[in-house]
C-alpha cells in the first residue's frame, strides 16, 4: 500500500515541447505542460469538454528520453507523485504543485 501514498496516473497531451536544463553537476531536469481531458453532458445535455493542465518535472536519464523523443502534442501515460513548492518572488510567496515523472510510455509515434 504503500505506493498508493501519493501516486499520480495520467494520460494526456503534451501542451509544449520540453524545455531540458543542465546544472553544473551534469544532471538533467526536463519540463513540460501536460493536458487532460474530460468529457461529459451538462444538465442541458449539451457535450462540455473540461482541460486541465499540470506542470511535469522530469530528472535524469527520463529527461534525455523526453528531450528526444517527446514534442507538442505527444501523447503519454505516464505515473508520478506530487510535489508542492513554494519560492519568492518580488516580497511575494509562489506556491506550486508539480507532478515528478517516474514512468513514461508514449503512445504517439516519433515524429
Do not use: C
Not at 496516473?9 to 553544473?24: S, Y
Amino acid at each position: 500500500m504503500t505506493s498508493l501514498k501519493n501516486s499520480v496516473q495520467l494520460i494526456g497531451r503534451l501542451g509544449n515541447k520540453p524545455e531540458v536544463r543542465t546544472f553544473e553537476s551534469g544532471k538533467k531536469m526536463a519540463t513540460f505542460s501536460l493536458a487532460t481531458n474530460e468529457t461529459y453532458y451538462n444538465n442541458k445535455g449539451e457535450k462540455v469538454t473540461d482541460t486541465q493542465w499540470h506542470n511535469i518535472v522530469v530528472w535524469g536519464k527520463k529527461a534525455d528520453i523526453t528531450e528526444d523523443y517527446l514534442n507538442k502534442g505527444s501523447e503519454i501515460a505516464m505515473k508520478g507523485k506530487l510535489i508542492n513548492r513554494s519560492y519568492e518572488k518580488d516580497g511575494h510567496t509562489k506556491y506550486v504543485t508539480e507532478i515528478s515523472l517516474n514512468e513514461l510510455l508514449m503512445m504517439s509515434k516519433k515524429d
